[in-house]
């Protein structure tokens, strides 16, 4: 009778260490901006009318502020003929992740600070509406990491998804049964 109690102890301690069981997946700043420069997606240059907008050199910045991942963007804005000026753009992008797949990529990308000296007010408008269009056309669906179908551990990792968060400067992923 005491074994068979010692044996059902053993077997309930393994089942609660199997259903805690949980990994923290983390990415730094440097191996998600390694992921977007190799796309070689930018520049990107726009033309609307007068207007030339190229947005190039993205750098990934973590924040701890919320579950967004932000991109800067340098800013060549050209009005024909005669004006020629730099600034920043600050994007914003949720990651959404693809369990057939089991892909991270950026969903929802929005324009949250335009920085351009210089720039004459009625173009400002248009300006953001095409870094928007640039926002939407080329960072929605980014890849910016993909579970690998050829490692078991990843494969079952793709089900077992639970929350993806940026803390402590770095894109957690975290799977596990509970």
Do not use: C, W
């Amino acid at each position: 009778m005491n074994f068979i109690s010692n044996l059902i102890q053993r077997i309930v301690k393994l089942i609660r260490g199997l259903l805690t069981l949980s990994y923290t997946l983390e990415l730094s700043e440097q191996q998600i901006q390694k992921r977007i420069d190799s796309l070689g997606i930018f520049p990107v240059k726009n033309k609307r009318r007068l207007l030339t907008v190229i947005a190039s050199d993205p750098k990934i910045a973590l924040s701890n502020t919320d579950d967004r991942l932000g991109i800067e963007l340098d800013l060549k804005v050209q009005i024909r003929p005669i004006i020629s000026i730099t600034g920043h753009v600050m994007m914003q992008a949720a990651v959404d992740y693809d369990a057939t797949s089991g892909e991270f990529r950026l969903d929802d990308p929005r324009v949250s600070d335009l920085q351009i000296k210089g720039l004459p007010g009625e173009y400002a408008n248009v300006v953001r509406e095409i870094l928007e269009a640039i926002a939407v056309g080329v960072l929605s669906g980014i890849t910016i990491y993909q579970f690998q179908s050829d490692d078991k551990y990843q494969r079952m990792a793709k089900r077992l998804l639970k929350k993806v968060a940026v803390e402590d400067d770095r894109l957690k992923i975290k799977v596990g049964l509970l």
